[in-house]
């Protein structure tokens, strides 16, 4: 195990440059909780919960204390529901959705993730009760998260999937629209999901996973940004070589935590997620990280560039400093989360096309963006099948999590609140692609997929 005293010299990057363990994530199998009878089934989901994670707000706290390193959230994943769940004989599974609710809350966890269906092919019976189930489920519980995989490399992308996930967006937007349709920033949709991911709201406990699993999420752009002030004007190679030693010094602090966390709740450790989360609170933005390389404002030429090059170099750093980096590792995008990506769009620098470019480098995708209210659901499908073909083509993670907030147009400032932060609504092509949407099928796996 590392050396508290390996770590002494991070203390000013808790101080004054916003480094935290954004999470500790314990994945969950609910495989033994398989029953036909409803309540048997929440039951046992229910118990298997609270016996598993009964101590992991205690131990979280109680390592954040000891070792001076400020650990955010506490989180859950769990076994896919649509996995789950197949045996019922039920129209919806909303009933689940609230059981884990009321479970997070006994543990004393702030978000639950897997009300999830992976649909990467088809979708069976369980997968679209599931997803028809999202919007009511997101609608009535606060801490629970939902994913559906809807495409991958080796699949190709389910466009049945796509269409029906456009409208359960709407659905979703227009049953939280109380509270700037708040349900969607719970809602993620994936081409290339990974089975370990500890961040939400993509979370789920991948059947590989074994029973459970200690994944630890770090972040620190803010130390990053700080790094890259002491060699401005330095050529790229001297600004790849300060995010890697930083990134070193970043995941040596989750490795710390996710050994600690692993040991005391006898959990087998599984991997540290490196990513470079941001906030949208002062000197914790991704955007920042860029303009310090030497752009105007993020969103103008050169960004996607810049992009790449922190994606990889946090990723070469950190693979050094951990026995096992996973989940999604690099940077993280979304709009609403990052003081510099709101401040971008408000200059005009940053437009929904270049965010699609920059994901083709980035960890994750078009991410907690506010779109306007009349967006129809044939146009949040195409964004996703525009997404999900930059993940498949790509052979990387892509998602989406669009918020169709109801009543608002471009230029609106809407509120989440917490982590979730807050965001200018986004214009978007007024040109459609109804007929696009409604053909269905589904796209083939391309040629990189026969790798056999």
């Given at each position: ?8 010299a ?10 935290d ?9 609910l ?26 707000t205690?131990v ?17 994943s ?17 009933p ?6 009321k479970?997070?809350d006994?543990?004393g966890v702030?978000?639950?993730?897997g009300?999830?269906a992976l649909?990467d ?66 809602l993620?949709?994936f081409?290339?999901a990974?089975e ?7 979370a789920?406990h ?8 200690i ?5 620190g ?7 890259l ?6 050529p ?12 070193f010094m ?8 996710a ?32 303009e310090?390389m ?14 790449a ?7 070469k ?5 951990s026995?096992?980096?996973?989940g999604?590792?690099?940077a ?7 003081l ?10 940053l437009?929904l ?13 078009l ?25 498949m083509?790509?052979?990387k ?10 009543g ?6 809407v ?20 007929e ?6 589904k ?10």
């Amino acid at each position: 195990m590392l050396d508290i005293e390996e770590i002494l010299a991070t203390e000013r990057m808790f101080d004054q440059n916003k480094l935290d363990v954004r999470t500790v994530t314990m994945g969950i199998s609910l495989l033994g909780c398989v029953s036909s009878d409803e309540k048997t089934l929440c039951k046992n989901i229910y118990d298997t919960i609270c016996r598993k994670a009964e101590h992991l707000t205690q131990v979280t706290h109680d390592i954040s204390k000891e070792y001076g390193v400020p650990i955010i959230n506490r989180r859950i994943s769990v076994t896919p529901i649509s996995l789950i769940a197949g045996g019922l004989s039920v129209s919806s599974y909303v009933p689940i959705a609230e059981t884990l609710q009321k479970a997070a809350d006994a543990v004393g966890v702030d978000i639950l993730g897997g009300f999830s269906a992976l649909v990467d092919r088809d979708m069976t019976v369980s997968d679209k009760i599931l997803i028809d189930s999202i919007p009511e489920a997101l609608a009535s519980t606060r801490s629970v998260c939902s994913s559906v995989a809807v495409g991958s490399t080796k699949a190709g992308i389910n466009m049945n999937a796509v269409k029906r996930m456009g409208e359960i967006v709407k659905e979703t937007a227009e049953l939280t629209k109380d509270n700037d349709a708040y349900g969607c920033t719970k809602l993620v949709e994936f081409c290339n999901a990974v089975e370990d991911n500890p961040f939400m709201a993509g979370a789920f406990h991948g059947i590989t996973q074994g029973d459970t699993a200690i994944h630890v999420g770090v972040s620190g752009p803010g130390v990053v940004k700080r790094a890259l002030e002491e060699v401005k004007g330095a050529p790229f190679e001297v600004v790849a070589k300060t995010i890697k030693n930083t990134a070193f010094m970043i995941t040596r602090v989750g490795q710390m935590v996710a050994e600690a966390a692993s040991e005391r709740l006898h959990a087998p450790f599984g991997i540290v997620d490196l990513s470079l989360a941001p906030t949208s609170a002062v000197g914790d933005s991704v955007a920042q990280v860029l303009e310090e390389m030497g752009l105007e404002s993020c969103g103008g030429p050169g960004t996607t560039a810049a992009l790449a090059l922190l994606n990889d170099a946090v990723k070469k750093g950190g693979l050094m400093a951990s026995s096992s980096v996973g989940g999604l590792s690099g940077a993280f995008i979304p709009v609403s989360e990052d003081l510099g990506m709101i401040e971008a769009v408000q200059k005009g620098s940053l437009h929904l096309e270049k965010l699609e470019a920059m994901t083709c480098v980035c960890s994750v995708g078009l991410d907690m963006i506010a779109v306007p209210g009349d967006t129809t659901a044939s146009t949040i499908s195409a964004i996703l099948a525009d997404e999900a073909a930059i993940g498949m083509i790509n052979n990387k993670t892509t998602a989406t999590r669009l918020i169709p907030v109801p009543g608002s147009k471009p230029g609106d400032m809407v509120q989440f609140g917490g982590l979730m932060g807050y965001a200018p609504v986004m214009e978007i092509s007024k040109f459609k692609a109804d007929e696009f949407v409604a053909r269905g099928g589904k796209i083939p796996a391309p040629l990189r997929s026969l790798t056999n």
